[in-house]
């Protein structure tokens, strides 16, 4: 059983920042990669950010210069900081976890997702 909460969510005025924090816990040998995702209304939902274990990110080109992802392996946390905020950053945002199952098994998690809204 693997189990991702996330937290931080919420309303923020336009050019003010917002961390949110997305753990995973439950039975897994280790974890690769760790991302973030959104969904806009109407939108299809897209790559905002991911981390892969040893540190290296990609960012998805509308928040790149803006938004921060980070890891705490020893938390099994993922972070997302979004500093600049604008109206097109709201969205649903949904952590992502692609988590070993011993040696040779790999799945992917999903978290509940939480609703980031940016007021102008």
């Not at 040998?29 to 274990?53: F, H």
Request: charged residues 15%.
């Amino acid at each position: 059983q693997v189990q991702l909460v996330e937290s931080g969510g919420g309303v923020v005025q336009a050019g003010g920042s917002l961390t949110l924090s997305c753990a995973a816990s439950g039975s897994f040998s280790s974890i690769n990669i760790m991302g973030w995702y959104r969904q806009a209304p109407g939108k299809q939902r897209e790559l905002v950010a991911a981390i892969a274990g040893g540190g290296v990110t990609n960012y998805a080109d509308s928040v790149k210069g803006r938004f921060t992802i980070s890891r705490d392996n020893a938390k099994n946390t993922v972070y997302l900081q979004m500093n600049s905020v604008k109206p097109e950053d709201t969205a649903v945002y949904y952590c992502n976890v692609d988590a070993r199952h011993g040696l040779f098994s790999s799945h992917t998690y999903w978290g509940q997702g939480t609703q980031v809204t940016v007021s102008s």
